[in-house]
């Protein structure tokens, strides 16, 4: 991909989060590469899994596994994707709106992922759950969007068609896809190499479980043990804090594009607003880093 393509895909993406018709007239003139859409798909697959790390935290998963883990959950998630794309097509069959060739939805759905890539934020304490409902919503109404303009009908049309692909994928997986959610647990505990606890209220007692016993042990602990204690300790802080640096940089680099497709405009300020605008954006960025280092730091 040239610097030039790349910039128009970035300029269609941004479109696409704004949720502008045209944005999805271009996906679907231009015949852009269906390969792009099941990237982004991955990509939101990815950060929703960023998002759940926490599990594979609290089961103290290893490393190269804890990657491996996030790698076959976005892939795992890339399949409900496409029983969507699925069932979706199906629907456009109905006489009551147009039909679209599968490629076409496969890639308006693609695109419409596109605020899901900012799932990773659902990592931060409390206000996960809201942001990661905002983010569906948000997808959902791209989809909305995106099929009322391939489909050549209403946006009510474009809903019922999308409502109905939903319904039809929920009653999918609760009743043949229980043994395919099964398996895909199952390989996950495999690529972890523990069986993983995944109830909240298991996760949670588990960490204060680890919380409480740190505490023991470091009351407990004197002589050589405080020593390597103290080693320890100061091995964590190079560690949390080349990880805050590699946070920092990825929530930067993912959240610049937001800055300059909605926060353009703050480039022709004066001086002073403006400077207050980057301190404004700069405490933003500090607030998401914090929220997404909480839950390390609660797990020591």
């Known amino acids: 991909m040239t610097e030039a393509e790349f910039n128009r895909f970035w300029e269609l993406l941004g479109a696409v989060l704004a949720l502008q018709p045209r944005a999805f007239e271009q996906i679907y003139a231009q015949r852009v590469d269906a390969t792009i859409a099941l990237i982004i798909v991955l990509a939101a697959g990815l950060s929703q899994e960023v998002a759940q790390s926490i599990v594979l935290f609290v089961n103290r998963v290893k490393p190269l596994r804890f990657i491996l883990c996030l790698i076959v959950g976005a892939i795992l998630f890339g399949m409900g994707y496409f029983f969507l794309v699925c069932s979706t097509n199906v629907i456009s069959f109905s006489p009551f709106i147009n039909h679209a060739p599968f490629r076409t939805i496969a890639k308006i759905l693609g695109f419409s992922y596109a605020p899901l890539m900012f799932s990773f934020l659902g990592a931060i304490p409390y206000l996960g759950v809201p942001i990661l409902t905002l983010l569906s919503l948000w997808s959902l109404l791209a989809m909305v969007v995106g099929l009322s303009v391939v489909l050549e009908t209403s946006t009510w049309q474009a809903f019922a068609a999308i409502g109905f692909g939903w319904f039809t994928l929920q009653?999918?997986?609760?009743?043949?896809?229980?043994?395919?959610?099964?398996?895909?647990?199952?390989?996950?505990?495999?690529v972890a190499g523990v069986q993983l606890v995944r109830r909240p209220q298991a996760v949670f007692a588990m960490m204060q479980q680890r919380l409480l016993s740190w505490d023991n042990s470091a009351s407990s602990s004197s002589g050589e043990k405080q020593e390597k204690s103290s080693r320890s300790r100061h091995q964590q802080q190079i560690i949390g804090l080349f990880a805050l640096v590699c946070i920092t940089f990825v929530v930067m680099l993912i959240l610049s594009p937001v800055q300059s497709w909605w926060f353009g405009w703050s480039a022709d300020l004066a001086s002073i607003p403006k400077l207050v605008f980057d301190l404004f954006w700069i405490g933003f960025i500090?607030?998401?880093?914090?929220?997404l280092l909480a839950p390390l730091e609660a797990l020591g």
Do not use: K, M, Y
């Open 171 to 190: 009653i999918l997986q609760n009743t043949i896809g229980q043994p395919l959610a099964e398996c895909g647990n199952w390989l996950v505990d495999q």
């Open 286 to 291: 500090g607030i998401i880093v914090a929220g």
